[in-house]
């Protein structure tokens, strides 16, 4: 069946420094989400992407969706403490159903 | 925005026992929730889909007889654990799709941590 995976599963950094999390899916996907969790928390809707090499920011978080449509990215410039949280990318199932198949997160923490 | 509540948001029951958990869409209508198992530090997993009018489509590995769905209304799916274990305690999810342009979006329930003693 359709797989999504998600690297790295932990990373952590220093408060100002970069993070990357990498997404690839085993099939073409139609649109890839994001999602970010809180610890105690529920998944919160960050993005979604729909066309092939699409790039969106949303202030120092960049998402980018592969040229294939089968991988995309996550990049998160100076992080900060509020950015503590797992990392969820999303893809659909074949046809239009709403199901979600969801990668298995990186758990982002941040020194101060 | 789109709202969807669950309830309870925590629960402990003893083992043996059954235990109801409610998803609601708060304004607006859903023909399909999905419910998700969390265990810690895991990804979410997909336990079934649940229908309006219909019955649940469940995921491979997860028990039917276990883990009943109902959906009695366009708001409303309901999950019952039934003869819940130990193994059974997890953070269980809903979510709802709505359409949007251009494409569907999932709102997520603030989840039921169950523990089972």
């Known amino acids: 069946g359709q797989q999504v995976m998600q690297i790295p599963q932990y990373q952590h950094v220093q408060e100002g420094e970069d993070f990357t999390t990498y997404c690839n899916s085993s099939t073409t996907l139609s649109n890839i989400q994001w999602y970010k969790q809180r610890p105690g928390g529920h998944p919160v809707f960050l993005i979604q992407l729909v066309k092939s090499g699409e790039v969106k920011k949303q202030k120092r978080l960049t998402f980018q969706f592969g040229e294939a449509k089968k991988n995309s990215s996550l990049h998160i410039t100076a992080t900060q403490t509020t950015d503590v949280g797992t990392y969820f990318c999303?893809?659909?199932?074949?046809?239009?159903?709403?199901?979600?198949?969801f990668g298995q997160g990186t758990t982002l923490q941040v020194k101060p | 925005g789109a709202v969807v509540s669950q309830h309870p948001s925590r629960v402990i029951c003893k083992s043996g026992t059954s235990v109801k958990i409610e998803c609601r869409s708060l304004?607006?209508?859903?023909?399909?929730m999905f419910w998700y198992r969390q265990f810690p530090k895991q990804s979410l997993m997909l336990m079934a889909t649940s229908n309006e009018g219909s019955k649940a489509t469940y995921e491979q590995g997860v028990e039917k007889d276990k883990f009943l769905i109902n959906h009695a209304s366009l708001t409303l799916s309901t999950l019952t654990v039934t003869s819940a274990h130990p193994e059974d305690s997890s953070f269980y999810i809903c979510s709802a799709p709505r359409q949007g342009l251009p494409v569907m979006r999932q709102y997520f329930g603030p989840g039921t941590r169950l523990t089972v003693t």
């Open positions: 304004d607006f209508q859903a023909t399909t």
């Open positions: 999303a893809g659909h199932g074949s046809g239009n159903t709403g199901k979600l198949i």
